[in-house]
């Protein structure tokens, strides 16, 4: 399969990381891309949830057994591309095959990179399934300890920053002279911010799944049980809470932005690449800080202006390090 097949995949089912993804350097394109796309593969059978959890459980080990080169028996995932909503979801699972046929094409290396990486993600989602597999509107579960929720968003996104760390040190600046142990703590919790900022944002959505990510034993603090969640009324009452959390994801993601500009400055595509997540994390933030946050009518969501405004911003500042540094400045 050739690589433009990897990138009509992913402009068909994803249109906001493809963004990313054709800004960086064709050298860290394919490894990047295919990771992308089979982790949104893996997800999107593990939110199947017309499907029982048993089952997607059963479709991920055996996506993680191919995808590890333990099984090489094609997948038949029909039955879950027939139960998709989304056009796009559909199509990552129709043509899963040829997503693993590309894996073949990566060196040694970097194979063994994507491996490691979706490994883990797959790891957090099989726990994802089994912790809330009983869980409903009516029996609202929650995270135990702090503990756990980082456990969760260093495997399914702070990992991710390990992987893209290591891909583009391997093959964009190898000798560059750098603080590699801080890099790699930088880059994990890069991934963290922004899956946290994920979780703040669908708490109302996930809640009502059943599923609440944020500790039982902080909302016990606030003499909070998690299906308290589901009342508005008790907004007041968490947001001291919510905000906390929130000042973690900007934190989360300060640390990522230093770790964009400890990438060499000659690296613009890979500046740019990080740049823009953070950005849109930090502007999700902002509204999610006066938002109706336990109403699920009010999703905060960015606009595709806002997305073109902070691309512009963000390209015309480069050249300029001080209006650059600028555009995520440090949290008050």
């Not at 906001?16 to 949104?40: E, K």
């Not at 790891?123 to 609202?140: H, I």
């Not at 944020?214 to 998690?226: H, I, M, N, V, Y």
Request: hydrophobic share 40%; glycine share 6%.
């Amino acid at each position: 399969m050739s690589q433009p097949s990897l990138n009509d995949l992913l402009q068909q089912t994803s249109r906001s990381f493809y963004l990313t993804l054709r800004v960086l350097p064709h050298a860290v394109r394919p490894q990047i891309g295919l990771a992308y796309l089979l982790a949104r593969t893996t997800d999107t059978i593990a939110d199947t949830e017309i499907v029982p959890p048993a089952q997607r459980l059963q479709a991920l080990q055996q996506l993680r057994d191919r995808i590890l080169g333990q099984r090489s028996n094609v997948l038949d995932f029909t039955e879950l591309a027939h139960r998709q909503g989304a056009p796009a979801e559909r199509l990552l699972l129709e043509r899963c095959d040829v997503s693993l046929t590309l894996l073949h094409q990566l060196s040694a290396t970097d194979l063994q990179c994507v491996r490691r990486v979706l490994e883990t993600i797959i790891s957090g989602q099989r726990l994802d399934l089994q912790r809330f597999a009983a869980a409903s509107v009516g029996n609202v579960l929650a995270l135990q300890t702090e503990a756990e929720l980082e456990d969760y968003i260093y495997r399914v996104a702070g990992c991710v920053g390990e992987f893209w760390t290591t891909i583009c040190r391997a093959h964009l600046f190898p000798h560059a002279r750098l603080d590699e142990a801080q890099l790699l703590a930088d880059g994990i919790r890069f991934g963290k911010g922004l899956q946290l900022v994920n979780i703040l944002r669908d708490l109302p959505a996930d809640v009502r799944k059943g599923r609440c990510y944020l500790p039982a034993e902080k909302l016990g603090a606030l003499g909070l049980q998690p299906a308290d969640l589901l009342e508005t009324a008790n907004e007041n009452k968490f947001r001291p809470l919510y905000d906390q959390y929130l000042d973690l994801a900007e934190a989360h993601l300060a640390a990522g932005w230093a770790y964009t500009n400890t990438v060499p400055r000659g690296q613009v595509r890979v500046r740019l690449g990080c740049a823009w997540p953070i950005l849109f994390g930090r502007e999700t933030i902002q509204r999610l800080r006066t938002a109706r946050l336990l109403d699920p009518n009010c999703r905060v969501k960015i606009s595709r202006a806002a997305v073109r405004r902070i691309i512009l911003q963000s390209v015309v500042r480069y050249p300029w390090p001080t209006a650059w540094r600028n555009l995520a400045p440090p949290p008050g």
